[in-house]
């Protein structure tokens, strides 16, 4: 899972499959981003959830948070060789000043 | 067409020397952000302007100097280039600067230092 010390994750899966990226967070945050980053581009949002929100949905992507435990996963259904990215989370510092991002989850898919 | 837009794409600098890295957004943002990305740390957030005015900064370095002429503007000038400053610096902004709303990110200018 992201944040923490870990180095970036690297997952390989399979076209189909279905996969899951873990986020925890120590601070306390209204807010989750996903971004993903595709190479040599800038990151781009895909999903953001909020703490209102246990759940949601945008399209093959599915996003929790969980504020009790102060974690949030992206999961993606049916992956596609396009979904190969670097993929990140990010919350809000304590400070709301800026976001902070998690060391991220390259993502490979094949075929 | 790129809302954000920054220059150069890539620069390569000696040690010691000086570079100022352009960014400028179309969006009618009121909030912009550099962060630096290398494969040590990914994505790390350097700096935030709020209607011009600097929010936070977590950048120890004072060789590290943002420059906000109009609001849609933030220059990052870096000065004493060393080796370790290698990295792809993004610039971001966002409606509201309090780190809640979505950011905007630029594709990046690639600095290498030798």
């Known amino acids: 899972s992201q944040w923490g010390e870990e180095n970036l994750q690297a997952l390989s899966i399979q076209e189909g499959e279905d996969v899951t990226m873990n986020c925890s967070y120590k601070?306390?945050?209204?807010?989750v981003h996903w971004y993903r980053q595709d190479s040599g581009r800038g990151p781009a949002l895909i999903i953001l959830i909020r703490s209102n929100e246990r759940e949601k949905r945008s399209g093959r992507l599915r996003a929790t948070l969980d504020t009790s435990s102060q974690s949030s996963s992206l999961s993606i259904t049916a992956a596609q060789c396009e979904d190969t990215a670097v993929y990140f989370c990010a919350h809000q510092s304590s400070s709301f000043s800026k976001l902070v991002f998690g060391q991220g989850t390259s993502l490979s898919v094949v075929p | 067409d790129p809302k954000i837009i920054q220059k150069p794409k890539y620069l390569v600098a000696v040690t010691g020397s000086e570079k100022i890295l352009i960014c400028e957004q179309y969006l009618g943002h009121n909030a912009m952000y550099w962060y630096r990305q290398s494969a040590k740390k990914p994505l790390e957030f350097m700096f935030s302007?709020?209607?011009?005015?600097l929010m936070d900064n977590q950048t120890a370095s004072s060789r590290f100097q943002p420059q906000s002429s109009k609001k849609n503007h933030l220059d990052l000038q870096i000065t004493a280039l060393k080796p370790d400053d290698s990295a792809t610096y993004f610039c971001?902004?966002?409606?509201?600067?309090w780190g809640t709303g979505q950011l905007y990110f630029g594709e990046g200018s690639k600095l290498t230092v030798l």
């Open positions: 302007y709020s209607y011009q005015k």
């Open positions: 601070t306390y945050t209204t807010v």
């Open positions: 971001a902004s966002s409606q509201k600067g």
